[in-house]
């Protein structure tokens, strides 16, 4: 069975940081794109950054310079390092797993950013 279990979402004030953690298990870590998505009251899901198997990353415009993506296959764990965090990444942040056709998602943790 395929799990995604995020973990280190919480209440911070603006310009903080936090470290969100995804721990997957019942997947090939490996040949897996990770990502984290977030989606806020009111908005649609939004990929956030994402790390492919060989490690090319992407992310939106808005956290650009603010967050990192990383991964420890070691570990079977993705990594959101969020710096500098304003109001606007107030957010349920999802984890994805992607390969071929197969798609998994974690349950969410809350980020909740005051200004």
């Known amino acids: 069975q395929v799990q995604l279990a995020e973990s280190g979402g919480g209440l911070v004030q603006a310009g903080g940081s936090l470290r969100l953690s995804c721990a997957a298990s019942?997947?090939?870590?490996?040949?897996?794109?990770m990502g984290w998505y977030r989606q806020a009251p009111g908005k649609e899901r939004e990929l956030v950054a994402d790390?492919?198997?060989?490690?090319?990353?992407k992310y939106v415009d808005s956290v650009k310079g603010r967050f990192t993506i990383s991964r420890d296959n070691a570990k079977k764990t993705v990594y959101l390092q969020m710096n500098s965090l304003k109001s606007e990444d107030t957010a349920v942040y999802y984890c994805?797993?992607?390969?071929?056709?197969?798609?998994?998602w974690g349950q969410g943790t809350q980020v909740t950013v005051s200004a």
């Open positions: 790390i492919s198997s060989g490690g090319r990353t």
């Open positions: 994805n797993g992607r390969f071929g056709p197969a798609n998994h």
């Open positions: 019942g997947i090939i870590f490996s040949i897996n794109t």
